[in-house]
């Protein structure tokens, strides 16, 4: 086109008369042709990509809706266990314990129901997307006989409606403290089975593990899988970038790092899987589209699971999750844990950069301590698990020189191993050799080592179902990763079991949402060998039961940007839905991990981000940050421009200590969250609905801002009368307000009656005074 104005603005000048109109060059008509193909270009290569992503994989799911219920006359009645009261009816079963409802089936339909299956499964660099085809549907319930005893209900039947019927029972047991054990089992003969629990109209449903989507889960079908998150998870146009140029890496609403079949309702019960039976770790799809119901399928021949109800959310969480959790060092609540990288002398020269500011500073992180390589996503780790001496020369002496100043020294590890070779350090054992050659990795089904493609390098998953493997890695963990004076660890990855590997002991199939479980174990095991049985260490893949041998978890690899979809809210949303899950104790990293250059937008951290970031670690578990992916191309919390903003909301973090240790030992011994949605603390209220603000314990709410260059925050506060931590301002509750909230003045708030206020906002005072 600027071909055509140019000569269209100097036309040439003819040099003899011509007889009649002069000719005109045809301009308009060549523009009329060129735009009709360009929209006729721009409309093949839309309907390309869309034929195109319409081939690439995504998740199909399927369920038995649960049908029609036949109660036999003679074995409809009331029994007793204790305190626990069992009664079948026509149109149902309900369980009470002391006059609550414990659990209830959603009247005149089937509360258990089975089908005959399969479930096939693609996969690309973790990510796994299962395909639910169900052939024969037996969606009706037949209840024929009750046997009761002592200690036990048994419910016998027959599950009807597609192909030949299949006897069930179903075995009712009062649990040691609070609650009712339900164990639904078959001959064998039914792919899975699944547990239809009523609930009121539209009651929100929360939990499934770490869901990164709306707190509420009502409407949905969920499935349980444990795989990547993913790289955007809706953020446009990156999504679909990554969709396009990454076999669907760009991921969704339901795609996590940590996914178990565990759940609280607005009724105020719960149901959670048991952890110790095999089946529970099964994949399974959670069905929260009938309003009046809550179906959970499992694609196992058995289901157990515990049902428990609490008069208060907080008194819910605390009878489902009950059990022991192992302890959270204390040194992690005194200041950030830095994440550094670049070697001895850069992580010294940053590291004073930050506390000639005046940060206060727990603990190192340095990820990078085994040697670094680079790869099309950018910088990555060299999985090999032993100090790279050339990166960090005087390894030991720096350990040791930061502890002497009382910050700790943490590192990096995950359940990989990658051949040495390529790294060319003589000075190290070659770790993957020695795991094939003893049989510790997993394999194909033709016994070759399973290698997987981890985009620009290749690495193997330690069969943890092995018991030998395991105790051989722990004990390289102890020896190497522990070595040194080193207090603990990210403990990266475990999503990435292929379903159709071969593994030591049992089906992968069935074994994979149980991985972050068995690494978690190992981990431990690490721990104990290295004679530090409180190291820290923290995990982004999730298991049912895994709290019970890891402290601390992290939200994974959000996007450096704000957004609900995989940003700084995102992992607020995966905090909430972790915490009610089973994860009592969680954080992100501070920043955010994930950068792309999109050519059409580069992603990288807004200048706001890092500090609107802190300002909610500040409120939170553990403050860590992390370079990110691209640390060359990112904002970082050491650079001139950071460094003093940082250091304000590590005071700030530094001065909530005495509050933190009574949140996290709490947190600790009842299993409900440090980091809160309002709903646990005030179900009732405007602010149980809220997704976008949360209370850190039982005092502090915090409204983050969520939105790059905002300086004012929408609050909706619960009942009572609330006062601003940081500038004494007092607002009246059970309203909506619009706070100001300029960058390094958080928008936090205690209730001016709570019996914390005046110490906590003495404490921030001083802060503030600096």
């Not at 992290?554 to 957004?563: I, S």
Request: glycine share 10%; with cysteine; aromatic share 8%.
């Amino acid at each position: 086109m600027g071909w055509a104005v140019t000569h269209e603005s100097s036309p040439e000048k003819p040099s003899d008369p011509v007889e009649g109109p002069v000719p005109r060059r045809p301009r308009r008509v060549w523009l009329r042709r060129s735009l009709v193909a360009l929209v006729v270009l721009a409309s093949v290569t839309s309907l390309a990509l869309l034929v195109f992503r319409a081939t690439l994989p995504r998740d199909q799911l399927d369920t038995v809706l649960a049908g029609d219920l036949d109660v036999a006359a003679s074995a409809r009645g009331e029994w007793q266990l204790g305190p626990v009261s069992v009664e079948l009816a026509g149109d149902g079963l309900e369980i009470t314990q002391d006059g609550v409802t414990v659990w209830a089936s959603d009247a005149d339909a089937a509360f258990v129901t089975g089908a005959r299956g399969r479930v096939t499964w693609q996969e690309h660099r973790g990510y796994f997307w299962p395909s639910v085809d169900i052939d024969e549907r037996l969606a009706d319930q037949r209840i024929d006989a009750v046997r009761a005893g002592d200690d036990r209900i048994v419910v016998d039947g027959a599950l009807t409606g597609g192909g030949d019927d299949a006897p069930y029972t179903l075995t009712i047991e009062r649990l040691a403290r609070h609650g009712v054990s339900v164990d639904l089992s078959t001959d064998g003969d039914l792919d899975a089975v699944g547990l239809v629990s009523g609930r009121s109209a539209h009651a929100g449903v929360h939990g499934f593990g770490e869901q990164f989507d709306d707190f509420d889960l009502d409407g949905r079908l969920v499935p349980i899988v444990v795989r990547e998150q993913g790289v955007g998870r809706g953020t446009e146009p990156l999504t679909f970038l990554a969709d396009m140029t990454s076999h669907k890496a760009g991921g969704n609403a339901s795609t996590t790092y940590a996914a178990w079949s565990s759940y609280v309702t607005d009724d105020l019960r719960g149901l959670r899987l048991d952890p110790d039976l095999p089946a529970s770790q099964s994949f399974a799809v959670a069905d929260t589209r009938n309003p009046d119901q809550v179906g959970l399928e499992v694609w196992a021949p058995r289901l157990r699971a515990e049902l428990t109800a609490g008069s208060t959310p907080v008194e819910l969480i605390a009878r489902q999750q009950r059990g022991a959790r192992p302890a959270l060092a204390r040194w992690t609540g005194g200041g950030a844990m830095v994440g550094l990288q670049g070697g001895t002398e850069e992580v010294r020269r940053e590291l004073a950069e930050l506390e000639d500011a005046g940060s206060e500073i727990s603990a190192v992180w340095l990820q990078d301590w085994t040697g670094q390589r680079t790869t099309s996503f950018g910088d990555r780790l060299w999985w090999t698990w032993q100090l790279d001496r050339q990166r960090y020369p005087e390894w030991a002496d720096l350990v040791a020189e930061l502890k002497e100043k009382g910050i700790r020294t943490t590192t990096y590890v995950n359940p990989f191993l990658t051949d040495a070779v390529p790294k060319d350090d003589p000075g190290i054992r070659n770790l993957y050799a020695e795991a094939q050659e003893a049989g510790y990795l997993v394999s194909h089904r033709d016994g070759s080592t399973y290698d997987l493609d981890q985009g620009g390098f290749d690495a193997a998953l330690v069969d943890l179902t092995n018991p030998d493997a395991r105790r051989w890695f722990a004990r390289v963990i102890a020896e190497e990763v522990l070595a040194d004076g080193v207090d603990g660890f990210m403990a990266d990855f475990a999503e990435g079991l292929p379903f159709d590997a071969q593994v030591h002991d049992g089906d992968a199939a069935q074994r994979h949402n149980e991985w972050p479980r068995l690494w978690a174990q190992t981990v431990r095991r690490a721990c104990r060998i290295a004679d530090k049985p409180h190291c820290v260490t923290w995990f982004r893949s999730g298991s049912l039961g895994m709290s019970q041998d890891a402290a601390l978890f992290w939200n994974g690899d959000q996007l450096v940007d704000f957004g609900p979809e995989d940003g700084l809210a995102s992992s607020l949303l995966g905090t909430f839905a972790a915490g009610v899950s089973g994860w009592p104790l969680v954080h992100s990293d501070v920043g955010g991990y994930t950068s792309i250059d999109a050519r059409v937008r580069d992603y990288v951290r807004p200048d706001d981000l890092l500090q609107r970031w802190a300002e909610v670690a500040a409120f939170g578990v553990v403050m860590r940050t992390h370079e990110g992916n691209r640390p060359d191309e990112n904002r970082q919390v050491f650079d001139a421009d950071e460094r003093d903003a940082f250091a304000r909301m590590t005071r700030l973090f530094a001065a909530l200590a005495p509050y933190r240790r009574t949140v996290v030992a709490q947190a600790q011994r009842t299993g409900v969250p440090a980091v809160r949605h309002s709903w646990v603390n005030f179900p009732d209220s405007g602010a149980a609905d809220v997704d976008t603000q949360f209370f850190f314990g039982d005092s502090i709410l915090v409204a983050p801002v969520l939105e790059h260059d905002a300086d004012r925050v929408e609050v909706t506060f619960p009942p009572g009368r609330w006062v601003h931590l940081l500038t004494g301002e007092e607002f009246d509750g059970d309203r909506t307000v619009t706070v100001d909230a300029p960058l390094g003045t958080p928008a936090a708030f205690v209730a001016v009656d709570d019996p914390r206020a005046d110490a906590l906002r003495s404490r921030v005072a001083r802060v503030l005074e600096d």
